[in-house]
Structures are given as structure tokens and as C-alpha cells.
């Protein structure tokens, strides 16, 4: 705990964002060093100033400060400041990385990470294809970073926990205050295959403001960032954006065109970002960074879809449905069929696996393995 103190006792100075703390850690190695420092010498730091000089040579540690780190330590939690060896070192290359991160779990210093992020209100196809996608890159030992909110989010970490891999979820919120409430049995098989992260204090609230101050941990602690199902304005654009503006690689999944839900994504392909299909599209654009591990031979890119045998009857309902789904009463129409038949038909194809239906009276092709 003493070793940590010194980072919190800087991190509380008023005045001294994670833009001058990197700067200040740059210059003189260790809080500890900082607080030594000569007022010159601290001058000579950018974006110092002669009241900022001040005010570190007259801080104290707030006692909200010392009840949060003893917090820390009674729930079992860690901190890894800039200078340990595990904390991430992507994100120590942005520009204004948190000074220490509350961890809950195991976090390590590999850089084979991938963020992946998307809508909240996700449509089934968003879900499956991005299941399907971390699942194959978590079993090539690929890491799963994103933000354990609803939709999207959670599907990659579900995705990475399939595969048997690792996987890192960053919130908006403290370690102590689990958002979305639902994802709690989610929020603790993370923290048991990787790490749940955050900048804020343990009982930080879920803000709105804190959503977007998270989103460049997302993508700085990430080699690239794939966006699944974004609308317009889409809070997973500003990720996409902070991965760009980080030097880092940014992939998008296609959608229907006529999805609103994906409108954001295809306006990310026209504006250069990698149109990512399968795994193996990300592993290929970052092949210089990153291998297969030896001896998987698995071929991600060819996928053989096998369709039991389909009667008369259910072939055409079979080729009326999509990735997207459908409300029964629109079959109907362009099927021109009786409710009660096509029913019985679409019941038939669930039995067999390749027709899912979703609340509401909704069916779609089920997704592939």
C-alpha cells in the first residue's frame, strides 16, 4: 500500500490531468521523485505552471483518497500503476494514459489484444457474427477487450469465455458499482479468464460523461478496434475514432444496407476501415505484429454451411428468412401462406437447427457455428 500512495497523492493534485502526470512520471520516474523535485525542475516540464508548482509542494492525500485505497485492499482488488510490469503496454504509448488502473482479476503485458464494440439494442446477426468472430480470435490466443455494456460488448466477451480465452472488460464506472446490474455473473467469469479494469474509484456511479473518458483505454489498450452494428451517432464511433487517432488499426463488420443499425460501420468502410468478415481478415491485416500460435491449422475464412434436407414446404420459408429478423405476420404476406401453417413450418426448422426465433414473434436464420 505505501508504494501506491505516492500515485494517488499526485493523481488528487488539482490541476494535474493524466497528460502532465505521463509527462511528470516521464521526467522523473516516480511520484515519489516529482514531489522531490526542484520547483525549476518542475517548471521545465510541459504544462507546468508556477501555481501548479505550488500546489504540489503543498498537497496532501485526501482522506477519501486513503478510504478508497483501503477499500481497495478489503475487496481483494488491485492497483497497477505505470511503472508495473503488467500494466498494458499499448496503453502507455497514448497520450494521456490513466496514472494506475483498480484491476479485478489477472492482467497481463500482452499486446495481442482486440477491442470490440458495438450497439447496445443489437440485432440477433450483430450478436452471432460477433460470438462467432472472438470465439475464433480467442482460440488464436487473441485477448477480447471491451466495455461489458449490454448488447455488442457483452456478445465479445461471451465470444472470448466460448473460445476459451482471455478477455478484458473496461468500465465506466468503479469496480464496485457493476454496470449493466444483469451482467454481474458476467462481470465475475471476465475477472476469472482476464481482468476487469477502471480509472475511476470504486464506487464511481455509471455517468454518462465516464462512457467516452473510458473509450480510449478500449482502444489504446488494444492493437486495433472492430465496431460491430453502429448507428450514425454511435458512442462506438468515438472508439473507432480515438483507435485511428491512437495509430491504431480500425475494422468494422458489414450489415444489411437496409439496417439503420449499421449505418455507422459502412460509413467506417468508406471512410478506409477494414471490412472484417471472419477472424482471420484481423489476423491478417496485423500479421506484422501478431502470429497464429504453431500448430493451429484451423482455416477461419471458409466456413461450410450444412443444411439438413428440407421438404417442399419448408424450402421456400427457408429461403424468405435472413441474418435479420422477421415478424411472422410479414412472412405471411410475402409468402402468401396460412398463419397456422406457416407456424407448423417454421417450428419444423427450429427442430432442426437452422431457424432461431427472438421475442416477439421474430425469426431469422439461426447463426452458424
Not at 498537497?59 to 500494466?87: C, F
Request: charged share 20%; aromatic share 6%.
Amino acid at each position: 500500500m505505501e508504494k501506491i500512495l505516492p500515485w494517488f497523492t499526485l493523481k488528487s493534485v488539482p490541476g494535474i490531468g493524466n497528460h502532465i502526470f505521463k509527462r511528470l512520471i516521464n521526467r522523473f520516474n516516480s511520484p515519489e521523485l516529482t514531489f522531490e523535485a526542484s520547483p525549476d525542475d518542475l517548471l521545465e516540464v510541459e504544462g507546468m505552471t508556477p501555481r501548479l508548482v505550488s500546489a504540489i509542494k503543498h498537497h496532501k492525500l485526501p482522506d477519501q483518497a486513503k478510504k478508497d485505497l483501503d477499500l481497495v485492499m478489503q475487496k481483494g482488488h488491485k492497483i497497477v500503476t505505470m511503472s508495473d510490469t503488467d500494466y498494458p503496454p499499448l496503453l502507455l504509448q497514448i497520450p494521456d494514459p490513466p496514472p494506475f488502473l483498480y484491476v479485478f482479476g489477472l492482467l497481463d503485458s500482452s499486446i495481442k489484444n482486440i477491442s470490440v464494440v458495438g450497439s447496445r439494442n443489437a440485432t440477433s446477426y450483430g450478436i452471432s457474427t460477433t460470438q462467432r468472430i472472438c470465439n475464433d480470435l480467442a482460440s488464436l490466443e487473441i485477448t477480447i477487450v471491451s466495455g461489458m455494456a449490454i448488447g455488442i460488448d457483452s456478445a465479445a466477451h461471451e465470444g472470448a469465455l466460448m473460445g476459451k480465452g482471455n478477455t478484458i472488460a473496461v468500465l465506466g464506472s468503479g469496480l464496485e458499482r457493476i454496470y449493466p446490474a444483469e451482467n454481474y455473473k458476467l462481470f465475475h467469469r471476465i475477472a476469472e479468464n482476464g481482468a476487469v479494469i477502471s480509472e475511476f474509484p470504486l464506487k464511481t456511479e455509471p455517468e454518462a460523461h465516464n462512457f467516452p473518458i473510458r473509450n480510449r483505454i478500449i482502444s489504446g489498450i488494444s492493437l486495433g478496434t472492430v465496431v460491430v452494428e453502429a448507428t450514425k451517432r454511435s458512442g462506438s464511433l468515438i472508439t473507432a475514432r480515438l483507435a485511428a487517432e491512437q495509430n491504431r488499426e480500425v475494422f468494422a463488420v458489414p450489415g444489411s444496407i437496409h439496417s439503420f443499425k449499421s449505418i455507422g460501420t459502412h460509413t467506417l468502410i468508406k471512410q478506409g476501415a477494414k471490412l472484417v468478415e471472419h477472424a482471420q481478415d484481423i489476423m491478417e491485416e496485423l500479421s506484422h505484429v501478431i502470429k497464429a500460435p504453431e500448430g493451429n491449422d484451423k482455416t477461419i475464412n471458409e466456413t461450410t454451411e450444412i443444411i439438413p434436407p428440407l421438404s417442399p414446404e419448408e424450402s421456400p420459408v427457408f429461403d424468405a428468412l435472413g441474418p435479420y429478423p422477421v415478424h411472422i405476420d410479414d412472412l405471411v404476406r410475402k409468402l402468401s401462406m396460412e398463419p397456422g401453417k406457416l407456424s407448423s413450418i417454421l417450428l419444423q426448422l427450429e427442430l432442426k437447427g437452422i431457424v432461431q426465433q427472438s421475442p416477439g414473434k421474430l425469426f431469422s436464420l439461426a447463426a452458424k457455428e
